[in-house]
């Protein structure tokens, strides 16, 4: 491996921008920095930039002498989703992302890589700082905020700072496939009230950890058969209580991002003091055996504490907690009727902390249906009161419908096959794109999405194709020459 991960990759460009954007963290609401770096590059390159008051910024690109054609935006969002192992001392809001390259692929240690949607960003700051890379219109080249919590940069975007009429996304994640539509969703935030009382003498404090989970992006792999560990461990308290091991709670928390499909938990509790837990050692082997093909990196371990938490959760509010998690929709919930091997409404219960008086549960809820949306955000109110909890709806994010005749999809199948010698795949996704919100602000706009392929996105195992990267790109500068005309 050299020393240097970035050596010799091409565009040399694209990879200069990556490397430079992952020296700054960027966690969602932490992009200040990042935007200073493209704002830095836009005046380099003499273009004039806008930011809203969001944070969004647009930087606008002249056209190649003698081309004409639509104004084209390219957009990308600044932000990156921050998991880290569970060894790993990264500071999210403070360190550099640490890059190492094997073969064709490019990888973080330890952390997330920020591909998503670091590439993105990369690759449209390369038509700023190579304007001879390809002959195009007019550009205006979009950085949003705030894309991984929700969505919020572009729902707030000033629309008014673009004049495009097209716009090309690019935040997919497999570079074999073109997406022209993706699910609307929303967030849901759950607050169980929670007394508390002191802990008697007696007793011994033991952690319930669960961890080595996948995990993984709640919309691009809530099909798969990923474990949540929030369930998995909510499941685990409730075999020893039906086991007769009988504990008491003193807090509960798991998850990490409202759209990454939780990998750790951790459940604090206190037993008897000469309690044995041979017994919860058999049932939690036996739930790892459960799990063990589709998991096989999960850990449920029992590990016992220097000295027992000084309170608990009352056992009432405890076991309404525990029901509720049981009762709470998460994963797949419908498929597609209309598209193929497609799922339509998913949920995942994503966060869940405890503090003093409450324990606060956020989950992310996503259909391509917006009625399937507000009954799902409907059914979590229902079992949230029925549990004592209150459930707030999030303002939530719209879908992108598919357009019936896009000229942009035409002229990017053409690019397509240019760059790649045959037809791509036409997809939907699950997980949501800013082109849903964007088009929402404009309806005339005729979008598309695309990228290189990444793996194992908003999970410590996140990964780049570097050939896919070229490809892609080289894809993006296809379709921009067949708009100039």
Known sequence: ??????????????????????????????????????????????????????????????????????????QAHLD???????????????????????????????????????????????????PDATPHGPLELLFTVEEETGLHGASALDISMLQAQALVNLDSEDDRALTVGCAGGADARLVLPVTREPTPAGRRGVALRV?????????????????????????AVARLLDAGLHHRIASFTGGSAHNAIPREAVVELTFAKDASLAEADKLLAELRREWQEREPGLAIELQD?????????AERDAAALIGLLARLPHGVLAMSERYEDTVETSANLAILTTDAAAVEILMSVRSLAAGALAELQQRIAVEAESAGAVATAGPGYPGWEPRERSPLLDASIEAYREVYGER?????VHGGLECGAIVSKRPSLDAISFGPTIEGAHTPEERVSVSSVGRSYELLLALLRRLAV
């Open 211 to 235: 961890s080595g989970l996948r995990g993984g992006h709640s919309g691009v792999r809530i099909h798969e058969p990923h474990a949540n560990a929030i369930v998995l461990a909510a499941t």
């Open 80 to 130: 990156m989703v921050c998991e880290t192992a569970g060894d790993s001392e990264h500071d999210c809001e403070r360190d550099p992302i640490a890059v190492r390259r094997e073969d064709d692929v490019v990888q973080a240690t330890g952390t997330t890589l920020g591909a998503d949607n670091g590439i993105g960003v990369a690759a449209a700051l390369a038509l700023l700082s190579d």
């Open 305 to 313: 504490r220097p000295s027992p938490p000084g309170e608990t959760i």
């Open 1 to 74: 491996m050299p020393d240097d991960p970035y050596a010799g990759l091409e565009p040399a460009e694209l990879w200069r921008h990556f490397a430079a954007l992952n020296a700054i963290p960027r966690p969602p609401g932490h992009e200040a920095a990042a935007r200073d770096y493209v704002q830095q590059i836009a005046e380099q390159a003499g273009a004039e930039w806008l930011t809203d008051a969001r944070g969004n910024t647009v930087a606008r690109v002249a056209a190649s002498p003698g081309c004409d054609g639509p104004t084209v935006a390219v």
């Open 424 to 428: 791509p795949a036409i997809v939907l």
